[in-house]
C-alpha cells in the first residue's frame, strides 16, 4: 500500500443494534457493528482505540492471535497511538502471568524490558516483525459501548505501518477477548488501477446478509491433537477437492486435512493475499493450468518468490482458457472463482494465478488468502463452531 492510498483511509462505524443509552456502564454488551474497511492486498480497517478514541489502521488478520498498535513516534509524525492522550492507557508489568514463559496456547516471546515492563516481539512468515510493550486499553465503540481493557501489542519497532486486529482462535484475539461470538466481512473485488481502494464490510456481531449463507463447520483440535505442523488457533475447514473449468482434478480429499505431523490443514486466513496449497494440491493445480494454456506460461518467472503460474498478455484470454475455479467443501459447500478473478495483476503488465506453493512459503498447510474471498461474505460463528459463506456484491454493500 502506498502512503497516499493509505491516507485517503475513511473510517465509518455505524450502531445496528439498539442499547441502553442510559447505562455508560456495561457489563455485557453486544457489539453489534458494522464497519467499512478499505481492500488492497490486505482488509485494512480503522477501529477507536482508548479513551477518548483514537483511530488506528489495523489489518483484519484471522491467521493472527495478538492484536498490536503503533505506538512510535516517526518523522514524518503518522497516525500512531499516543498512550498519553488516554486515560484507560496501562503497561503489563513483568509479573504479569503472560511474561513468563510457556503459557499454553501462548507463543508470543515475551520478555522483561530494563523497566521491568513486558516486551514482546513478534516474526511473521512473509519477514515483517513488530516489538514493543504488551498494554491494556480499550476499543471505544461509542458513548455507551466499550470493550473492557484489552491486552494488545503497543510496537515501538515494526516494519509495517499499520497495526494487526488480530482474530484467530487464540485466547489472547481481538475475538475471544472482546468476547464477540461472531464476525463477518465482505471483501470487494481488486481495482488494477493505483492508488485506488475499493471499500468493503466488516461486521462485528450478527450481519444482517446471513440468511442465505451456506455453513462448513470448523475442525477443532484437543491438545492431545497438537503437531509440530498444526496450527491449532486457526480456523481450519474440511476442504474436499478443486475443480478448474468445470474438471475435477485427482486430487485425494486427505491432502487437505492434518496428516499424523500436522501438516496438511486447510484455513481461512485474511490475513494472507493469495492462496497456498501444498505440493501435492498445487502440482494438479499447475498442471491442470499448463495444459489449458499451453505455452503461454512465463518461464522462470516466480512473482513475491511464492507464484510461478504467471503471463505476460491479454489476462482476458487466459482467464478464458483457465476458467473458473472451485473450491469444494464439505456438505456441498463451494467457494467459486469466476474466470474474471483467477488471475492477479501483479504490475509491469504480468498477470498470475492467484495460487501459490505452500513450499516455496516455508508453511506445510493449504491456506486460502483474501485473493479467493473476493465479492463474498465470510462468516466466523465462533459459537456454533463453523464458516459460513455467502455471494454478494461487496463493494455496493458497502456504501
Not at 505455452?295 to 522462470?300: H, L, V
Request: aromatic share 10%.
Amino acid at each position: 500500500l502506498s502512503k497516499n492510498t493509505t491516507s485517503k483511509m475513511l473510517y465509518k462505524s455505524q450502531l445496528i443494534s439498539t442499547s441502553n443509552h442510559n447505562n455508560t456502564q456495561i457489563k455485557t454488551p453486544s457489539y453489534n457493528y458494522k464497519f467499512s474497511f478499505k481492500y488492497s492486498m490486505a482488509l485494512i480497517v480503522n477501529l477507536p482505540i482508548g479513551t477518548p478514541p483514537q483511530l488506528q489502521q489495523m489489518v483484519l488478520d484471522t491467521g493472527s492471535q495478538l492484536s498490536w498498535i503503533q505506538c512510535h513516534k516517526k518523522a514524518p509524525p503518522t497516525a500512531s497511538f499516543d498512550p498519553s492522550l488516554s486515560s484507560t492507557f496501562s503497561i503489563l508489568p513483568c509479573t504479569h502471568p503472560l511474561c513468563k514463559p510457556r503459557i499454553p496456547d501462548f507463543t508470543l516471546p515475551t520478555s522483561c524490558d530494563q523497566n521491568r515492563l513486558c516486551h514482546y516481539s513478534y516474526f511473521y512468515a512473509d519477514g515483517t516483525y513488530a516489538e514493543g510493550n504488551l498494554v491494556r486499553e480499550k476499543f471505544t465503540f461509542s458513548r455507551s459501548v466499550s470493550t473492557p481493557p484489552l491486552i494488545l501489542g503497543c510496537a515501538t519497532e515494526s516494519t509495517d505501518p499499520r497495526g494487526i486486529l488480530g482474530m484467530n482462535l487464540g485466547r489472547l484475539s481481538f475475538a475471544h477477548q472482546s468476547k464477540i461470538t461472531k464476525f463477518s466481512y465482505c471483501v470487494p473485488t481488486r481495482q488494477t488501477r493505483p492508488g485506488i481502494s475499493p471499500t468493503g464490510s466488516f461486521y462485528l456481531g450478527n450481519n444482517p446478509n446471513s440468511k442465505g449463507f451456506r455453513y462448513v463447520g470448523m475442525l477443532t483440535f484437543s491438545k492431545s491433537q497438537r503437531m509440530p505442523n498444526l496450527d491449532p488457533l486457526a480456523y481450519t475447514i474440511p476442504m474436499q477437492g478443486i475443480r478448474i473449468g468445470g474438471k475435477k482434478l485427482s486430487i485425494s480429499p486427505a491432502v487437505f486435512r492434518a496428516d499424523a505431523g500436522g501438516s496438511g490443514q486447510t484455513m481461512v486466513d485474511s490475513g494472507s493475499e493469495f492462496t497456498y496449497l501444498v505440493s501435492d494440491a498445487y502440482d494438479k493445480v499447475r498442471a491442470e493450468v499448463v495444459r489449458a494454456v499451453g505455452s503461454r506460461i512465463k518461464k522462470g518467472y516466480v512473482y513475491g518468490g511464492v507464484a510461478d503460474m504467471c503471463f505476460d498478455g491479454n489476462a482476458v484470454e487466459i482467464g478464458r482458457l483457465i476458467g473458473e475455479m472451485v473450491f469444494e467443501f464439505e456438505r456441498g459447500v463451494e467457494v467459486v472463482i469466476p474466470k474474471e478473478r483467477v488471475l492477479a495483476d501483479v504490475g509491469g503488465g504480468v498477470h498470475c494465478v492467484g495460487i501459490g506453493s505452500s513450499d516455496k512459503l516455508g508453511a506445510a498447510s493449504n491456506i486460502i488468502g483474501n485473493f479467493h474471498q473476493q465479492n463474498m461474505w465470510v462468516e466466523f460463528d465462533l459459537l456454533h463452531r463453523r464458516i459460513g459463506f455467502g455471494r454478494a456484491d461487496c463493494s455496493r454493500l458497502a456504501k
